[in-house]
């Protein structure tokens, strides 16, 4: 498996809770679990792929620019969170909030898959590629194991 396929993993994980929460209505259970779900997906693959994607990619001059853009969207989708916990989830803001969220998210998603990745391709090694995603892996899965025992 390639950081790639890994980072895909994740990504289809965030795309599906990101369409759920928007289509959640009011103070409920499931606008509340689903939100905790996406808020820990999206801070869990952020942390390990800038660790093993974009830290690594900013080795490269060609890589620098496009790492430095992902992870200022990673703190924007971070700011959009933080809004998001201190709005009641029954006013009509928080499911326009969630909705910028959402399609933060999916630009942000498209951009690294159809962009970032092509030049990352480019700029490192198929052992390198492999490397990190044994890395991205072993990091995103401590991650959401100590959460859970949390």
């Known amino acids: ?13 965030q795309r599906e809770l990101s ?12 606008r509340k679990e689903l939100f905790a779900q996406l808020k820990h997906e999206l801070a869990v693959h952020s942390v390990a792929e800038e660790r ?26 971070d700011e959009m969170v933080e809004a998001l916990e201190e709005t009641d ?5 928080w499911l326009v909030q969630a909705k910028k969220l959402s399609h933060k998210v999916h630009h942000h998603l498209k951009e690294e898959e159809h962009k970032f990745f092509q030049m990352a391709g480019k700029l490192l090694t198929d052992k390198q590629k492999e490397a990190l995603a044994k890395d991205y892996l072993d990091a995103y899965a401590a991650m959401k194991t100590a959460e859970a025992e949390a």
């Open 52 to 77: 093993h994607f974009y830290i690594p990619l900013m080795q490269e001059d060609l890589g620098v620019d496009l790492s430095r853009h992902a992870i200022a969207e990673h703190h924007e989708m």
């Open 1 to 13: 498996m390639t950081i790639f396929e890994a980072l895909r993993l994740s990504h289809d994980i």
């Open 19 to 30: 369409e759920q929460l928007v289509a959640t209505s009011g103070d409920s259970l499931e």
């Open 89 to 93: 989830p029954s006013s009509p803001s």
